[in-house]
T-cell receptor, first 113, second 114 residues
Framework: EAGVVQSPRYKIIEKKQPVAFWCNPISGHNTLYWYLQNLGQGPELLIRYENEEAVDDSQLPKDRFSAERLKGVDSTLKIQPAELGDSAVYLC???????????FGEGSRLTVL | AQSVAQPEDQVNVAEGNPLTVKCTYSVSGNPYLFWYVQYPNRGLQFLLKYITGDNLVKGSYGFEAEFNKSQTSFHLKKPSALVSDSALYFCAVRDIKVPSTLTFGKGTMLLVSP
């Protein structure tokens, strides 16, 4: 069974540029999460989807971050414009019906110069 | 609000010795509890979970964890550490009654010396 797939693995951009991350969850998993992980810290939730509906986006900085999950499968997380403080790893995870056990992708490491 | 505390930034242990990585939690109701491991430049991997039942939970790679409701703890243990166990370990909690997502601790780096 294929795991959660994320791309790109690494991205380096200059500040004020846009960036997008893509996630393909495990087949059949209806719940999808985007987490932010700063160096030396635990993951922090940005947004959670149940199918195509964003049910928890309270921690998403909506002035510059946006996300979508078209057709309730793949998801894209966008930052525009990026700031220096956005440098971090962006983790995507999925689970089956929100049962609690999350399966994580390898993450997308963003460096903003 | 739910929260997790991992009081140790780093745990050092010699190979072959038992290891414990500490975790305490706070939820308003009953908890679902999890341990994840993260190797360098990798995503988080599920180790084990406590939902209900036996307070001693066994998971992957010989790890186990003990749920203690009175102390609100869920410490991760292994009887004999391996050098390959060296990694970053995260404890996470979710309230059973609230369909929310997992809240993670800040992580504990485990270093096993040969």
């Amino acid at each position: 069974e294929a795991g959660v797939v994320q791309s790109p693995r690494y991205k380096i951009i200059e500040k004020k540029q846009p960036v997008a991350f893509w996630c393909n969850p495990i087949s059949g998993h209806n719940t999808l999460y985007w987490y932010l992980q700063n160096l030396g810290q635990g993951p922090e939730l940005l947004i959670r989807y149940e199918n195509e509906e964003a049910v928890d986006d309270s921690q998403l900085p909506k002035d510059r971050f946006s996300a979508e999950r078209l057709k309730g499968v793949d998801s894209t997380l966008k930052i525009q414009p990026a700031e220096l403080g956005d440098s971090a790893v962006y983790l995507c995870a999925s689970s089956y019906q929100g049962t609690g056990e999350l399966f994580f992708g390898e993450g997308s490491r963003l460096t903003v110069l | 609000a739910q929260s997790v505390a991992q009081p140790e930034d780093q745990v050092n242990v010699a190979e072959g010795n038992p290891l414990t990585v500490k975790c305490t939690y706070s939820v308003s109701g009953n908890p679902y509890l999890f341990w994840y491991v993260q190797y360098p430049n990798r995503g988080l991997q599920f180790l084990l979970k406590y939902i209900t039942g036996d307070n001693l939970v066994k998971g992957s790679y010989g790890f186990e964890a003990e749920f203690n409701k009175s102390q609100t703890s869920f410490h991760l243990k292994k009887p004999s550490a391996l050098v390959s166990d060296s990694a970053l370990y995260f404890c996470a909690v979710r309230d059973i009654k609230v369909p929310s997502t997992l809240t993670f601790g800040k992580g504990t780096m485990l270093l096993v010396s040969p």
